[in-house]
């Protein structure tokens, strides 16, 4: 029985679980992306290229998409490219296509 003076303390709670390198959840994709393949590719000419190929592409993709990034980078760019681009703090100014004419006969007249 350990004191608590002299008991171990664990680091890196936070740190993601890798295979091989690659998060363990992106591994999951992939694996779950050649069963999808095996099933759908998997008694055709093409077993070989799609079941072991594309899945390995895919891995490989990920392992070097994803170096020096922070955690769930992708699930953030997703989100990002989703969602509207175009946000405003107030309202729309009542002039606003006014002064987008102007701008327009201003560069046209230049």
Known sequence: MASLHSSEIHRHLES????????AQDLL???IFASIMNVLFGQ??????MVFVLPSLLAGVLLL???NKPDDFLKHCVRFHQQAGFY????????????KQHVIKTIKLS
């Open 16 to 23: 993601q679980f890798k295979i091989l390198g690659i998060n």
């Open 88 to 99: 405003s703090a107030g309202q729309y100014s009542k002039t606003l296509q006014q002064r």
């Open 44 to 49: 055709t000419s093409l077993n070989i290229i």
């Open 29 to 31: 994709l992939v694996l």
């Open 65 to 67: 998409g994803k170096r």
